[in-house]
């Protein structure tokens, strides 16, 4: 496997494989739908090549966190999808939301009321989601003004609530207290406001069981590959592959400094190879002395700190003809998986591929 020249490095997203993750999502969830959460640029990986393989699985609900991520998207989607903004309705964002076709998660009473003000200037009923608080302190809206919101509710017709949402904390971690705590609370909501349908649950919330479905399922991570639960067997097909090219090899002696700080002493005649990724990739620094590589399935150790551009690993167990200048070693793929790399990171999978960086050339499968 020898890389073209030029590039530092090589990303391969396989669409096939996360269409085939959501539609395994979309079997758990099944009756209710599954939305594609393409924040962030979907994790990273490209969020207009990720949005059109969601389409063709059939994906009609898309969620980004930000207004300006949705007016990007907006063109790529057709009329009948809906395109949803997770961190609420921005003082300012009214106009272009309505004029786009965008939907706002309303996640308190003020952004309640300028949605309807809005509804009420153009003289007709916009959509909206509207989000509670069940115990995350994060988004939504918070316990104490549920009651209000409900009333103003009452007297906005022009309003079309599509789903009372919420978020799980701790959904990953399938045996934790939260899990039901924030389910009792959903629920009490639900009764609060019926008959309105809820959507609940992200990519490890589909794993809770049907109750957490609700009407529609927000689905990420693992559409992505990532592990939706911590430290379980990951059900997910891994969708991104990653591999840098080795930029220069050397042998040194054995009580010799490796990278900045001298951080790393070799204890005996170490060859090394310099590959060309590093923090500024999206490789964290955290990585360093921890960390490791993969050529041929051998296992190749970071060794000393990660630089921004590059990182120097310990080939001394490889045969003396390998690997070639230019030659790939592997960061994420059949040896190493992004949840392996994250835990050395001392980080989660989503961090890792949000952070995955722009250097590489990007291969869509
Ligand atoms: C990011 C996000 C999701 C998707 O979560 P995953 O764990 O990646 O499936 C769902 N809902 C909300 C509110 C989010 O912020």
């Given at each position: ?133 069940t ?31 919420s ?15 924030q389910l009792?609370e959903m629920q009490?909501v ?8 809820f959507?609940f ?165």
């Open positions: 496997m020898d890389g073209e020249a030029g590039f530092p490095g090589y990303i391969t997203i396989d669409l096939a494989a996360l269409r085939r993750n959501f539609e395994r999502i979309a079997a758990i969830a099944a009756p209710a739908p599954v939305a594609g959460i393409v924040k962030a640029d979907a994790y990273g990986l490209g969020a207009v090549q990720v949005t059109r393989a969601l389409l063709a699985a059939g994906c009609r609900h898309f969620f980004v966190a930000h207004v300006e991520e949705a007016v990007a998207l907006r063109p790529h989607l057709p009329t009948e999808a809906q395109l949803l903004v997770l961190n609420g309705l921005q003082p300012g964002a009214e106009a272009i939301c309505a004029a786009a076709q965008i939907i706002p998660v309303l996640n308190s009473l003020a952004q309640l009321e300028r949605w309807r003000t809005q509804a009420r200037l153009e003289g007709r009923r916009l959509p909206a989601v509207l989000q509670f608080d115990g995350m302190s994060r988004f939504g809206v918070a316990p104490a003004e549920r009651a209000a919101v409900r009333n103003e509710i009452a007297q906005s017709p022009e309003l079309e609530i599509l789903y009372l949402m978020h799980l904390a701790s959904a990953d971690e399938p045996t934790k207290a939260q899990n039901a705590a009792a009490m639900t009764r609060e406001f019926a008959p309105l349908p959507s649950a992200n990519s490890a919330g589909a794993l809770l069981g049907k109750d957490y479905h609700g009407a529609l399922v927000r689905a990420g991570i693992a559409l992505y590959g990532g592990a939706p639960q911590f430290g379980a067997a990951n059900p997910m097909e891994p969708v991104v592959s990653l591999s840098v090219a080795v930029a220069q090899t050397r042998t040194v002696p054995s009580g010799t400094m490796v990278g900045y700080s001298g951080a790393h002493l070799t204890s005996k005649s170490t060859r090394l190879a310099v590959v060309s990724a590093g923090y500024a990739d999206g490789l964290p620094r955290s990585l360093s002395g921890r960390g490791a590589v993969y050529f041929r399935g051998q296992r190749l150790p970071i060794l000393g700190r990660v630089s921004m551009d590059s990182m120097t690993v310990d080939i001394s167990d490889l045969p003396d003809e390998a690997p070639d200048l230019g030659s790939l070693v592997e960061v994420i793929g059949p040896h190493q998986t992004l949840e392996m790399l994250a835990a050395d990171a001392g980080t989660i999978s989503y961090e890792i591929l949000t952070g995955l960086g722009r250097r590489f050339r990007r291969e869509y499968r």
